[in-house]
């Protein structure tokens, strides 16, 4: 499936999982950034990586820049891998793109996703406008993603390694600064929310009105770290999501 489809990063196929994950990464990020799923999670569930246009293998695309376009694109890319239970996790702007793919699929008669699992995000209907990124130049713009915790300071300090990075995020951020919730309609979807203590962006009030947007109940799980838990390959995220899927923490 992963080489098939250049939408859909599969380190570790499962013939008939119990579960799919589909992962959708923060600004900036790409499906590396869930490298080390395929281990932490039920041997039953598969990880299915999300790479957007724009980066790694699919550099030479367009990197989206509007939400209701990627989300669509999206729908079509996953609606062959719906025929098994599944979640959908997003970090960050992912967190955006995951409501909006988990309210279209359910609105288009999809099977309904069986969890949304968030984290690092505020909720859009509680959002502000996001900075205007695009009138930085490169190298302010990568300080910024560096103390957002998107960028390691030496992939922003490699002038290749950089000059790679800059067309994806910079589209990813256009992006975000774009979005806006058009409606309120909540999901049928249980959700679960995960938060850093330390996170100085989304606050424990924030992060909790995500239960404005189900009416299958919210669960936030609070675990120690900031705004990069996810760029930082953060264990206790990735147990927060296990114990998401699974209702009970690993053994």
């Not at 080489?3 to 119990?18: G, I, M, S, T």
């Not at 694109?73 to 909006?100: M, S």
Request: charged share 20%.
């Amino acid at each position: 499936m992963a080489d098939r489809d250049p939408w859909l990063v599969v380190r570790a196929p499962v013939p008939r999982p119990a579960l799919r994950l589909f992962c959708l990464p923060y600004a900036g990020g790409n499906a590396g950034a869930f490298e080390s799923w395929r281990t932490g999670l039920p041997r039953s569930v598969e990880v299915n990586a999300v790479q957007y246009p724009g980066r790694r293998e699919r550099a030479a695309e367009a990197a989206p820049r509007r939400m209701t376009p990627l989300v669509q694109a999206l729908e079509a890319a996953l609606a062959p891998h719906l025929d098994r239970p599944y979640a959908v996790y997003g970090d960050c702007l992912g967190a955006y793109v995951a409501f909006e793919l988990v309210r279209r699929l359910a609105r288009r008669g999809h099977r309904p996703a069986d969890a949304l699992v968030v984290s690092s995000a505020v909720p859009p209907h509680r959002s502000g406008v996001e900075p205007d990124y695009s009138t930085l130049d490169d190298a302010a713009f990568l300080a910024e993603l560096v103390a957002l915790g998107t960028l390691p300071p030496a992939v922003a300090g490699h002038p290749d390694l950089a000059a790679a990075a800059l067309p994806a995020a910079r589209a990813d951020f256009e992006l975000g600064r774009s979005y806006r919730l058009r409606d309120a309609d909540p999901v049928a979807t249980p959700v679960t929310v995960v938060v850093g203590d330390a996170d100085p962006h989304v606050s424990a009030v924030d992060a909790a009105a995500w239960a404005d947007l189900t009416t299958a109940g919210c669960t936030m799980l609070t675990v120690p770290g900031g705004h990069d838990l996810l760029a930082r390959a953060d264990a206790g995220l990735l147990r927060a999501v296990r114990t998401a899927l699974t209702g009970k923490e690993p053994s």
